[in-house]
């Protein structure tokens, strides 16, 4: 099989080129990323390099010429679409970014693979457009949008427009809904990675509001694997819902890495919550398991030990990735919480 990534060298893509590659021998990829501030080409050099089976192009899916160009060769038989904006805190910033990517460059890249007739298309979406749970329940496929921050109303826009893509032009879509990933590779804006980048510089770890939202954590790879099985065995039009049954408060994730990582609690800064937070997400993915057969394979404790190895041994990775935009971001965040 040969397929186009999008968005494959931002966390998510990157673990999915790499686990793809390694576990299908006879699968080729080409990488399509804009390469903002979150895409880092390095991720996957040694691929660039070295692996014939792999081929990168920076390049925008907004951009209609080229992806056309792109999938006029006749050989690639699917799309996966990770390529997004993906940091609900900088939507809240400015969700101008957020519409171009995630809701028209995701109808470009539909539209140019509908005229291309691409046999698959997998849009990689998130559990965050069904909006917020209360105390008990879970998110089912068939619970109602409702999405609270422009960067989940964004991705719900994408999700209506696969529908509709689906229903008008029988087009080949699938969509994946997954609840909060952390693993290898993630940007330190999101929760694990910017906490532990703190705590191992003994800086203040902020928690917005009083800590007790709650997210159904799932390792990287457990995701990937949905993906894969969607595209792989998935019916096409349906949405999968995947999830890590492995439902935390912030402050519980927080006080977990603190004690992996030997520093102390007094590190926890409370901080004004951020607008529109979410309190809680859960996933019901048992549709995924009777129809893919998908399981979630590592614990929280343990998927968050391997993903700290993994940071432990790639600092020089975290630094590279911190460029003066990613600062400039934070510092402005910071002094707008304080
Ligand atoms: P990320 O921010 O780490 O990576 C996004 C990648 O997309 C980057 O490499 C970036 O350069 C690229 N990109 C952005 N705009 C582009 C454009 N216009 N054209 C081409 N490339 C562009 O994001 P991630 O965490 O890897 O998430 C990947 C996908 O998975 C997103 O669609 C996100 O909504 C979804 N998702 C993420 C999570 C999570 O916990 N991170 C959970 C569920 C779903
Ligand atoms: P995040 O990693 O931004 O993912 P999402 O907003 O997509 O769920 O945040 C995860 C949770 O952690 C969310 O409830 C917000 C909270 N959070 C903090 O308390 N402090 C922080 O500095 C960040 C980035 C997130």
Redo the contacts with the bound molecule.
Sequence with gaps: MKLLV??????????FIRLMLDKHKDWSIIN?????????RL?LIDLEENESRYDFIQ?????REMVMDLLADKTIDAVV???????VDRSINDPS?FV???IQ?AQNLMECARQRKTDRFV??????VYGSLGDSGKFTETTPLAPNSP?SAS?AGADLMARAYFETYKFPILV???????GP???PE?LIPLMFMNAKSDKPLPVYGNGMNIRDW?Y?DD?CLGVELTLIKGREGQAYN?GGDAEETNINVIKTLLSIVGKPESLVTYVKDRPGHDQRYAMDFSLAAEELGFAPTLSFEAGLKKTIEWYESNTTWLEQVQSGEYRTFMNTWYEERA
Excluded: M, W
């Excluded at 849009?123 to 965050?128: I, L, R, W």
């Design positions: 999008t968005g494959g060298c931002g966390f998510i893509g990157t673990n399509l990323d804009k390469l903002t501030y979150a895409g880092n991720n390049g925008d899916i907004c951009d679409n990770f390529a997004a904006e993906s940091h970014p171009t990517t995630n460059g849009h990689v979406s998130t559990d965050e960067y991705k994946t809904r997954c609840s909060n990933n952390y590779y993630q940007f999101k799932i990287v995701h995947f």
